[in-house]
C-alpha cells in the first residue's frame, strides 16, 4: 500500500548483517516499516540519525525510502573501535499522515577471523 494511503505507521523489524566480513568496513541495516493493519508500506521517508548525548552512534543523518515490500535498506560505515560493541540508533518513519520514532541499539558483531588465522587455531 502507498503512504499515502497508509493507516498509522510502525517500525516492525530492523536487521543487520556486516558486510565485507574480514575487515569488516560496513554494516547493512534493513528497516521495515508497516501500518496498523500489518501491511507493508511503499515509499514511506524513513531516516536513521545519531541519538543527543551519546558517544556510540552515528553521523550524519541518513535518509531512505521504502520499497513495496516495506523495507528500506542503509548502509553504515563502521570504525576498528566498533565491532563488539553497542550501536546508538533514532529510527524516524513518516507518512503524509503519521510519524514514529524509535531510539534503539544494534550490537555490532565481531570480526570473523581471515582463513590463517582459523588454520593456526586449529593446529593448536
Do not use: C, E, W
Amino acid at each position: 500500500m502507498s503512504a499515502s494511503s497508509a493507516r498509522g505507521v510502525k517500525i516492525t523489524r530492523v536487521q543487520q548483517r556486516l558486510l565485507r566480513t574480514k575487515t569488516g568496513t560496513q554494516m547493512r541495516l534493513l528497516v521495515t516499516v508497516r501500518d496498523r493493519r500489518a501491511r507493508a508500506i511503499r515509499s514511506a521517508t524513513i531516516s536513521i540519525g545519531p541519538v543527543a548525548h551519546v558517544t556510540s552512534t552515528i553521523t550524519p543523518l541518513r535518509l531512505g525510502s521504502s520499497n513495496r515490500s516495506g523495507q528500506a535498506t542503509f548502509v553504515l560505515p563502521l570504525t576498528k573501535s566498533m565491532p563488539s560493541k553497542r550501536l546508538r540508533l533514532q529510527l524516524v518513519a513518516r507518512t503524509p499522515t503519521a510519524q514514529v520514532r524509535i531510539l534503539t541499539s544494534i550490537l555490532v558483531p565481531k570480526l570473523r577471523p581471515s582463513s590463517q588465522t582459523r588454520l593456526a587455531l586449529a593446529a593448536h
